[in-house]
């Protein structure tokens, strides 16, 4: 189709051809109706993002841009509209306010009387906005006269739908229309740039659709009731370790425990330590070895256990127990590194030598000082200054000590145990393959993620209907 402007006389084309009342031409913007030059049109420019003639495919139909208007309320709220016609030229609008787009259709008007809601193929859509408007600039084919005066726009929304009454005098004009995203805009018509989104449209879909997702989460709570009823009856947690250790037989040295196997998939593998600490403390260092990789799990665990009386009130903390899990362990060969200490079973603080016949421990404070220490505990506080003339007795043993240490790097004696009440420890350790605490955490992992959907879709459509006076969520009811 070619048009020629009355006024300036160029040539407008067009890749369709339909019967056209109303033209604005592009290049001096005269509005002209049957070929009579009517007057003046403002060109639209601001946040126009699509051109006459430009073509683009939504939802497997393409469209042809055949006019542009831009609407106005007030005086400060603009919106764009796009008229489009297929290759059948059946119509469609495509409408975009602060970044949103939604495309409208011409449909028979339903034979409801409107009110507080419409109904149309069976739907309900809620009453959102009437909006009085009219047109602020234009360009382009146009089938009808373009009528200037002053029109209104009752829209219902349901969802991400929406119908929408256009009414300028008498004549009426229904639509439906639904949301449609920036990205298939931009696929589609690949303009150069695209407006900038600001609050949300009217008929915006909300992030997450919170149905979908709690029934995504259903099936996957099926899936893994099933995965954990299956690991409960074909698989059973058992003791893989157990040993009453003495402190002294740790002391200063590790021990290396028997191997064990753990079979089945990753889980944690729970330790159990208790001691007869009783106003007293003990600490237990346990390496797992893979003895498959040599890869090493280390923990370091405290079992205290005090009480006492206050005030006339007896009092208790900690316990003779502790227990913890190295968590997600392999399946595989493994053993322990154990060692331990416990409160009245210190190792002397600095330099330590251990006499031969183990009567004596020589402690060095780093003071000019050295702590000669009995089997029974009992300890003095010797002078190293001049000692071999003031004490040649300690000095000789001191030195007997030392060289003893030297033939011997690896040689330990008793240390004096002032708590021979709490004389071992012992250690269970329990593989467990069957546990439940994943499931649920999961489980309740889901519940709150849908939870939070669910509150933040609330929070959404709450600011979607803010700027209606029929809003969903004031006292008003439909």
Partial sequence: MIYTCPSCKKENTLDLDFPVESYIC?????????????????????????????????????????????????????????????????????????????????????????????????????????????IDSATGFFEDKLKFSLATYKEFVNGTEMVSLEQVGTEKTFLWGKHVPKSEIKKAFKPAYMPNYSGIGIVQPYYVNPRQLLNVFVVVALIMSLFQFYNTVSRSNYEVFSDNIRFDSVRSKELISKSFDLSGASAPLNVKLSSNVDNSWANVELSLINENSNEIEYTSQDIEQYHGYESGESWSEGGKEKEFNFCGVAPGKYHFSISAQKQGFEQPAGETFYAPDGKKTFAYTGDGFVDVILPSGEKTAVN?????????????????????????????????????????????????????????????????????????????DKTKWENSNYSPFNDYTS
């Fill in 26 to 134: 592009k290049s001096c913007s005269m509005l002209s109706e049957q070929g009579k030059i009517i007057k003046n049109v403002k060109k639209p420019t601001e946040n126009v993002v699509l051109e006459v003639g430009q073509k683009g495919k939504l939802d497997g139909t393409e469209y042809t841009v055949v006019a542009i208007v831009v609407k106005k309320y007030g005086n400060s709220v603009f919106w764009r509209e796009y008229h489009l016609r297929d290759k059948n030229l059946n119509e469609a609008f495509l409408s975009e306010s602060n970044g949103h787009w939604v495309i409208m259709f011409p449909k028979t008007m339903p034979n409801k009387e409107f009110k507080f809601h419409a109904e149309f193929e069976g739907k309900k859509y809620r009453w959102y906005e009437s909006t009085p408007n009219n």
């Fill in 384 to 460: 190293l200054e001049n000692l071999q003339q003031n004490d040649s007795t300690t000095y000789a043993e001191l030195e007997q000590a030392k060289a003893f240490k030297l033939k011997n790097p690896n040689f330990s004696t008793n240390i004096p145990d002032t708590d021979s009440a709490n004389p071992n420890f012992a250690i269970q350790a329990f593989w467990k393959p069957v546990s439940f605490w994943n499931y649920f955490i999961i489980l309740g992992i889901m519940a709150l993620l849908v939870g939070l959907n669910y509150w933040g879709k609330y929070l959404f």
